[in-house]
């Protein structure tokens, strides 16, 4: 379905960009193209300030929390801001370590800044029926608010390289990311507010994390304003980490599990790839297709990836050829050789058909490949160094 949904995506875009030559840009919220304005999604406010963001006073209303999450997803190097609402006095249910609960009502802001300009805030509401309205709202010019986006998304809303526009995802585009569609019901998925996310312990080594301010949920937030149903004081007493055998290879499985792990995972559409990502607490499920680990109350404390991943992907087959490599010879990760293995060969990519991730990006991210690289060399390394492998 994932694979669908982007090529459904990729062609809507296209459309949009042809009947609309949408861009804001050049108007302000308040004159946005009368066309577009019927094409507005229908269950969310128009304006940004409706969604509850803002005090009267133009501030953050101090009942939405801001937040950063230790290894934040690559947009082309956009500063972000990002925030939470929880009805007062709910918690989250957090009986599945892996799979938080957020109660209806519960909101989340992601703003987006290029250079000091706003461009979109993305917005996630839950619902009563248990369902999460995604939408994103487009900046205007002058700054002072921003416009519910069409559900087919905006292209080219602002400059961020030359040549290079940043464009806001269509709906289908947010729920490729958000939403696990391998089990038979879709579920969505908060991926920047979760135990390991919030984590006290946080990976220095992490590419773009922002710095954790005073005034910033975590999980220690959590526990002590008793958010957390049930309780999970030994949280923070042994908070959750990446389980690996070096720095370097923590904070290249957490990058790989923010940004690619939403998509390769068990419980995805794309489980069949045999690719998987995504780093989970519980480290019960994912490797071996659509699973759903039993509510666990007294989580582990080091988070293993899904899968042992280093052993999992060293030497794998995967189906996508590298071009220009021999029938057979493509792997996800070839030990010491950067060229030979397909998640950097895909990260360096920002063509359509072989980019990865396949969306919300334009500009390949040069820390993450540079970090990436260094870790498939010194993997090679270490295989030809007795005794010295860890894996
Ligand atoms: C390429 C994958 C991807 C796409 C496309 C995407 N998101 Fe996200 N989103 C993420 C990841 C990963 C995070 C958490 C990391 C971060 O915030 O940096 C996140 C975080 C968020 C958050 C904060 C709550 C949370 O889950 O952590 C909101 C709100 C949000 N996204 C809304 C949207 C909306 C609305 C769209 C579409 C307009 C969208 N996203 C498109 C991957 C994606
Ligand atoms: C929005 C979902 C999504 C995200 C996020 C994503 N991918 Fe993918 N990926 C896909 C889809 C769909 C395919 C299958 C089609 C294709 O090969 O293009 C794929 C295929 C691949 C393949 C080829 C696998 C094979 O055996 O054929 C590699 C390697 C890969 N992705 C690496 C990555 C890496 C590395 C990241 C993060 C930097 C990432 N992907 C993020 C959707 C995603």
Redesign the pocket.
């Known amino acids: 379905m ?2 669908r949904l ?1 090529v459904a995506s990729l062609l809507l875009v296209g459309a949009c960009v042809m009947r609309l030559g949408v861009n804001v840009e050049a108007g302000t919220g308040a004159d946005v193209e009368p066309d577009l304005q019927v094409r507005l999604g229908t269950g969310s406010p128009r304006r940004l300030s409706d969604t509850g963001l803002y005090a009267p006073d133009g501030t953050i209303d101090p009942r939405n929390r801001p937040f950063s999450p230790q290894y934040p997803l690559w947009s082309d190097g956009a500063a972000k801001s990002r925030w939470i609402r929880l009805p007062e006095g709910s918690s989250i249910d957090v009986s599945d370590v892996d799979r938080w609960d957020f109660p209806a009502g519960t909101r989340f802001w992601k703003e987006f800044r290029f250079g000091d300009r706003k461009v979109e805030t993305r917005f996630l509401r839950r619902e009563t029926d248990g369902s999460w309205t995604f939408a994103s709202y487009a900046w205007n010019e002058a700054q002072t608010d921003a416009v519910l986006a069409p559900e087919e998304g905006m292209f080219d809303v602002a400059e961020i390289a030359p040549g290079k526009r940043h464009s806001i995802p269509a709906v289908t585009d947010c729920r ?2 958000h939403d696990s569609d391998g089990g038979p019901v879709p579920r969505t998925n908060i991926l920047g507010f979760s135990a390991l996310q919030l984590s006290t312990d946080r990976d220095p080594g992490a590419p773009h994390a922002e710095p954790l301010m005073p005034e910033m949920i975590t999980l220690r937030t959590l526990v002590e304003e008793g958010r957390l149903t049930p309780a999970q004081s030994d949280l923070l007493a042994t908070p959750p980490r990446i389980d690996a055998p070096d720095a370097r290879t923590r904070s290249v499985l957490g990058y ?1 599990s923010t ?2 792990g ?3 995972n068990g419980d995805s559409s ?1 489980a069949n ?3 998987f ?1 995504k780093a989970n607490v519980s480290g019960s499920h994912s490797a071996s297709g659509p699973s759903h680990p039993a509510p666990s109350h007294r989580a582990p404390r080091t988070l293993a990836p899904s899968h042992p991943l280093p052993s999992h992907l060293l030497g794998k087959t ?3 050829q590298i071009p220009d490599v021999a029938e057979g010879e493509s792997r ?1 990760v070839t030990p010491g050789a950067p060229d030979l293995s ?2 950097l060969v ?2 360096k990519s920002r063509r359509p ?2 980019q ?4 919300g990006t334009v500009l390949h991210d040069r820390d993450a490949i540079d970090l990436v690289t260094t870790w498939v060399e010194e993997a090679g390394a270490a295989l030809v160094a007795p005794g010295q492998s860890r894996w």
């Open positions: 994932k694979t982007l490729a990311c790989l940004n690619c939403s998509c390769h794309l790839l045999g690719l990502l995967e189906k996508w996800f397909a998640i895909r990260m058909s072989s990865m991730p396949p969306l």
